[in-house]
């Protein structure tokens, strides 16, 4: 299998978290979006990442990805068979790719990719809006809804890989959760990502 997409991405990690927890082996091309290679456009019709190209299977979105990795390898299971745990999962994987990253994501366009990738200065009101406005009623949301080491039941599922990805990418902005105001997200959040396949594909990141 092909992954393509660069591992900073968020979506992209999703993928590659979860093939590590499947123990499935994959070749990574780590291109940006829209990059003018012809075997990623046919993987990804709109450009986006990440995408992947299964023995001649193409397939984009990593929520659409997840669940066809989930049937192919299905063990072990990141999807949870309950009907409550499998709508909660659902729910947990659009919050963390939609409410969420558009904010979690907000530093590090503004401190990492604006400066080092497109030549454009830091807007720093940005910056604080996201950290002092948009994102704690999130981060409320989330502390509320943590009772274990997993965001649903009582396994590692798509709903813990979804919610955590962007999280790396706000410490890459050098922000982090406040342990004081929020210390069951913060707990979370770090033990999630010294997960081994977390770690796997925050190596990946540097290919
Ligand atoms: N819903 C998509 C979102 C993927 C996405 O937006 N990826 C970004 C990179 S992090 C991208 O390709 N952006 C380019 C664009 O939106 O045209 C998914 O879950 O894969």
Not at 100 to 128: Q, Y
Not at 161 to 184: H, M, Q
Request: glycine share 6%; proline share 8%.
């Amino acid at each position: 299998m092909i992954v393509y997409g660069t591992g900073y991405s968020p979506f992209v990690r999703k993928i590659l978290v979860s093939l590590a927890e499947k123990g499935v082996s994959y070749e990574h091309v780590p291109n940006m979006f829209h990059a003018p290679d012809p075997a990623f456009q046919a993987a990804s019709p709109f450009g986006k990442i990440p995408a992947i190209e299964d023995a001649g299977f193409t397939l984009s979105d990593s929520s659409a990805i997840l669940w066809y990795l989930e049937r192919k390898h299905p063990s072990p299971a990141l999807l949870p068979t309950d009907a409550k745990a499998l709508g909660r999962a659902v729910w947990f994987d659009k919050f963390g790719d939609t409410e969420l990253f558009s904010k979690l994501v907000v530093p590090f366009v503004e401190r990492v990719l604006k400066p080092s990738m497109m030549g454009r200065p830091c807007d720093d009101s940005a910056v604080t809006r996201a950290l002092e406005t948009d994102l704690p009623p999130l981060f409320d949301y989330l502390e509320s809804q943590i009772a274990g080491p997993f965001l649903v039941g009582d396994a590692f599922s798509i709903a813990d890989i979804s919610v955590v990805t962007g999280f790396y990418n706000f410490g890459l902005a050098e922000c982090s959760v406040d342990a004081g105001r929020w210390p069951k997200l913060a707990a979370y959040v770090q033990d999630s990502m010294a997960r081994p396949s977390f770690v796997a594909a925050i190596e990946a990141r540097k290919s």
